[in-house]
């Protein structure tokens, strides 16, 4: 019989508390105190990144003879790093019993502190596989987060959480990350749109079908407003989701010439283990 690890435990009660996270989110808003309790406790030195999902994205981004789209930034980082790991399956969605997306598509841990996962939750992968998985998760609709969350040492029982980088494949039912309009600013502000990307919407093609508007933005940026739909810049993550769901093409995804700078400077940050 196998032994029961802290990670099994803490599976078993991030399972039975899963769909509370919303109403604990609240809290952090509600109280200056809880906010820091729950932020020192879960959300402590945490930066992430939202990487756009890339099926509906046509264009590259030029830089120094090199091209890229979005996934290749996170190509790059695990080419970098030879630590990995891809677990068995995605807590969240498991968690929820997503129907919508695949329950086997598993976030990807980079970086040493990766090896002392338990082995019943993941397994070794090559840098060949884990870029193979990141498409996977890429084909079935999936947008990117890419940093360090503390969470996720804390979960599996894990340290030092500074050597565990964390590539999640995130759905719009599902994703942790959806509490963030429920966060005080303080901690939901740690999840940063990619420099320099930009949702934007034609008017003159959207025929009000409020596809976007049905729970497929986390951080509720889109809205129905004087007759059309408007997206907050100030709270759009840029994960793309918007763009995949509209079958008008009347959203989409743009960049500008931050958005190399971005992916140089975290190229350098997230490497440096």
Request: one cysteine or more.
């Amino acid at each position: 019989m196998r032994k029961i690890s802290f990670a099994d435990i803490n599976i078993f009660i991030v399972n039975y508390i899963f769909n509370w996270r919303f109403r604990i989110a609240k809290l952090t808003k509600q109280s200056k105190i809880i906010r820091k309790i729950i932020d020192k406790g879960l959300f402590e030195d945490d930066d992430v990144t939202v990487i756009p999902n890339t099926i509906k994205i046509n264009k590259t981004i030029e830089a120094e003879k090199s091209e890229f789209i979005p996934t290749d930034i996170l190509k790059e980082v695990i080419e970098k790093i030879d630590d990995i790991v891809i677990m068995n399956s995605c807590l969240c969605r498991t968690s929820n019993n997503c129907k919508d997306y695949p329950q086997d598509i598993g976030c990807i841990f980079l970086g040493p502190t990766s090896r002392k996962i338990p082995q019943n939750l993941c397994h070794k992968a090559s840098k060949k596989e884990a870029q193979d998985h990141v498409d996977k998760a890429d084909a079935a609709g999936l947008s990117h987060i890419i940093g360090r969350n503390k969470i996720d040492s804390i979960w599996m029982n894990v340290k030092p959480k500074e050597g565990l980088l964390t590539i999640c494949h995130c759905c719009p039912c599902c994703c942790l990350w959806k509490v963030i309009p429920q966060l005080d600013d303080k901690i939901s502000d740690k999840m940063h749109k990619l420099d320099g990307v930009e949702i934007a919407i034609d008017n003159s093609k959207c025929i009000d079908c409020m596809k976007c508007l049905n729970e497929i933005c986390m951080s509720e940026a889109i809205s129905f407003k004087d007759n059309a739909i408007q997206i907050n810049q100030n709270k759009c993550r840029g994960c793309g989701l918007c763009v995949n769901i509209c079958k008008q093409n009347a959203i989409t995804l743009k960049y500008n010439d931050k958005s190399i700078d971005s992916i140089v400077n975290k190229l350098q940050n997230l490497v440096e283990l």
